[in-house]
């Protein structure tokens, strides 16, 4: 193994270096960053693996990719949005002197003196860029969002300030959006039977919360089968998923405590720690030299003004990163977590039943005790086929979460068909049912990732995140090539989901698809097909780099290959 | 807009001017500016020069110290409303590369301009009060002040 001249940290310990496996003719479209904030680095030319100082605590190959943007893609993006301002400013100005009809609601003549309410400059990005693109998102489905889906269809007169349903439905459209990793969004199977039996006993509703006659045995049979599947002590399961990080993490954390959590956390966990009223420090995304960094400032100034130690310090990541398809660190923030004595909250909402050779999330993945990990928290949407969301921890800390979290005292607790489709599945997974079901769906949905995401890193698209996320971004950039993928792939009966700016940075909008174990090969290669058709009508092939071949690969015990923006 | 997006930065606006290429974009946007200008016949190379620098400084008047507040709806109960964007940059932290690159500009374009309009008192004037209406209003001692109540809801 090479080793470069790495650099050093604070107390002295080698930072990880990284570069890149690439051909050195081809340097300044891939940046090659020093992981380490602090000192500057210098791009290494050559081509190295280099074995990093962390790379003793994974046992696998941790390879996540982030291509960075090519230059002129940057420079046509801020031309493509000046020219959507350009025009905004027009329609405006057409629509303030009535030569156009003015479609978005309006003040009331008398309140035209007041402050405008509609009309307003918070709602310019809404009104002149997300309208025109409006027709992919909120599309109607009317069928169970499996593999293959039907979707209304819908025609618009007005530029698609309004919606018609024309009547017909577009069938099998291959579903490339939903969070179906286990192909367990089915209304046909022992799930679904099940859910069925539930409904007939229990009823659909629950008429209460936890606290007041709204705790049924299924809820108990449930945390004992979450608490068994995850391998801790006790479990706690909450309605929805959304309201478990927010209503949680207040009991969690307070006054005097310190929350450092990722830059790209997901909204639930932030407004979760907004709402516990402790103090927030954001570190930079996936980077172990930032987490470290502000956590030895923390410990050694302390509190903000005071500089009395911190009650305590919770780290929050999560384990799939669903914009990114990142897969977080967990074995350094682990390290980090035990050498720093702070808590670590993990929010597996994406990579429960996702990751791992059984299905139990980033932990398995990593083959990392589970009782190392204080919160374990996830949602039951994605793999499972159901909604909610739980909490898994030391048996104190559930007991203390059953008496004092905001969720079990005023939210309605679980539905039970719902809790019985996610007790069925959660068997089904574990593979207790009796049958190798589960067995088989994990091993499918883990060779439909590396399936999809060689070939689509072949076609020479930008793809981002872990190579065994089941969550694939590609990157479109441009704000015209948003609405033109999302409308062209519909064309070609393919479903998928579409983001912008402001949900990513100005430049990283992207098209996100989500692998699922229901997908069948061929069903991957018409999708791979009809993308590739369209990348090409589009040119959105802008990857310049070229896969390494296998026998590079496997010289090397672990390479980290990583970038940054 | 924090539901529904993939991080938890409250003020995109806060890093635009940060992001990768924006800079070569805003460099291109004056060379083309000065091609287009350059190519309207009958115009002398010094007018044209001033046009230029006066153009220019009066679009990033208008962009970044008139226009307040976000173009879309931002969680953090419109702390952004009454700033420019000036003023929004890296929330508010003074001398960063962004802002002292946009400082320097104006004032690069402002020597090539007096050079190629040979120092000519009349085009000299009007450039130089053009380039204070640009710079005046970057010193970080004018962060957050309206003067005379103008632009100030």
């Known amino acids: 193994m090479i080793e470069n001249s790495a650099s050093k940290l604070l107390n002295g310990d080698t930072c990880l270096r990284t570069s890149n496996g690439k051909k050195s003719g081809r340097n300044g479209f891939v940046k090659k960053h020093c992981l380490h904030q602090q000192q500057k680095c210098h791009r290494p030319k050559e081509v190295s693996h280099i074995v990093g100082h962390n790379a003793v605590l994974y046992n696998k190959p941790f390879v996540e990719s982030f291509e960075e943007t090519p230059l002129l893609v940057a420079v046509l993006t801020y031309m493509g949005y000046g020219i959507l301002t350009l025009f905004g400013y027009l329609r405006d100005f057409l629509r303030h002197w009535k030569i156009e009809k003015c479609r978005v609601a309006s003040e009331r003549d008398e309140q035209k003196d007041f402050v405008p309410l509609y009309q307003d400059f918070e709602n310019f990005y809404t009104r002149n860029l997300y309208m025109r693109i409006r027709d992919n998102w909120n599309r109607p489905i009317c069928s169970v969002p499996g593999a293959k889906m039907d979707v209304v269809e819908r025609v618009t007169h007005d530029y698609n300030w309004t919606f018609e349903h024309t009547g017909t439905v577009l069938k099998n459209v291959i579903n490339m959006g939903s969070y179906n990793y286990l192909g367990f969004a089915e209304n046909t199977g022992p799930c679904a039977d099940s859910a069925a039996e539930a409904t007939v006993k229990y009823g659909v509703g629950v008429s209460g919360t936890r606290h007041e006659i709204g705790n049924l045995d299924k809820h108990e049979e449930l945390e004992k089968l979450v608490a068994r599947f995850l391998g801790v002590e006790s479990s706690m399961a909450f309605g929805m998923g959304f309201a478990t990080n927010s209503m949680n993490i207040p009991s969690l954390a307070g006054k005097g405590c310190l929350t450092l959590s990722d830059e790209l956390n997901h909204a639930s966990l932030v407004l979760g720690a907004r709402l516990s009223g402790s103090t927030i420090r954001v570190f930079k995304h996936n980077n172990m030299q930032s987490l470290e960094k502000l956590l030895r400032d923390a410990i050694v100034h302390g509190q903000p003004r005071t500089h009395r130690p911190w009650k305590k310090i919770v780290i929050l990541v999560e384990g799939i990163y669903s914009m990114e398809g990142s897969i977080v660190r967990l074995p350094e923030v682990i390290a980090l977590k035990k050498k720093y004595k702070a808590y670590l909250y993990l929010d597996e909402a994406h990579s429960i039943g996702a990751l791992g050779p059984r299905g139990r999330g980033v932990v398995d993945y990593f083959g990392v005790d589970p009782h190392d990990v204080d919160i374990m928290m996830g949602t039951f949407t994605k793999s499972f086929g159901a909604s909610g969301g739980y909490i898994g921890g030391k048996k104190e800390l559930i007991d203390y979460l059953r008496t004092h979290s905001h969720s079990a005292i005023y939210a309605t607790s679980m539905s039970p068909p719902v809790a019985q489709q996610i007790i069925t599945s959660m068997k089904c997974i574990m593979g207790e049912d009796g049958t190798t079901l589960g067995q088989e769906r994990l091993r499918q949905l883990s060779e439909n990732t590396t399936y999809f995401r060689r070939r689509l890193h072949e076609m020479g698209f930008i793809i981002y995140g872990n190579e065994n996320s089941p969550v694939v971004p590609l990157m479109l950039y441009m704000p015209a090539k948003i609405g033109a993928f999302g409308r062209e792939m519909l064309k070609r009966n393919i479903g998928i989901v579409v983001v912008g700016f402001p949900a990513t940075p100005i430049i990283e909008s992207r098209a996100r698809f989500c692998v699922s174990a229901a997908h069948t090969k061929d069903m991957l290669d018409t999708a791979l097909n009809a993308i590739s058709e369209v990348g090409d009508l589009l040119q959105l092939k802008y990857s310049r780099r070229t896969r390494l071949s296998d026998d590079e690969e496997a010289d090397h015990l672990s390479y980290l290959v990583s970038y940054e923006d | ?153």
């Open chain 2, 1 to 153: 807009m924090n539901v529904g997006t993939a991080h938890s930065e409250v003020n995109p606006n806060t890093r635009v001017m940060n992001s990768r290429g924006m800079w070569l974009a805003y460099l291109l946007g004056i060379g083309l500016l000065h091609v287009i200008l350059l190519s309207i016949p009958f115009v002398s190379v010094s007018v044209v020069w001033t046009l230029t620098n006066l153009i220019h400084n009066m679009c990033m008047y208008l962009l970044l110290h008139t226009v307040k507040g976000t173009p879309f709806e931002t969680p953090d109960q419109g702390k952004a409303r009454l700033l420019t964007h000036w003023e929004q940059m890296d929330y508010g932290v003074q001398f960063t590369a962004s802002r002292k690159f946009l400082t320097i500009t104006p004032i690069i374009l402002y020597i090539l301009t007096s050079f190629y309009t040979k120092y000519d008192g009349v085009h000299f004037i009007i450039n130089t009060f053009s380039l204070l209406s640009v710079l005046i209003p970057k010193m970080p001692q004018l962060h957050g002040v309206r003067l005379f109540g103008i632009n100030k809801y």
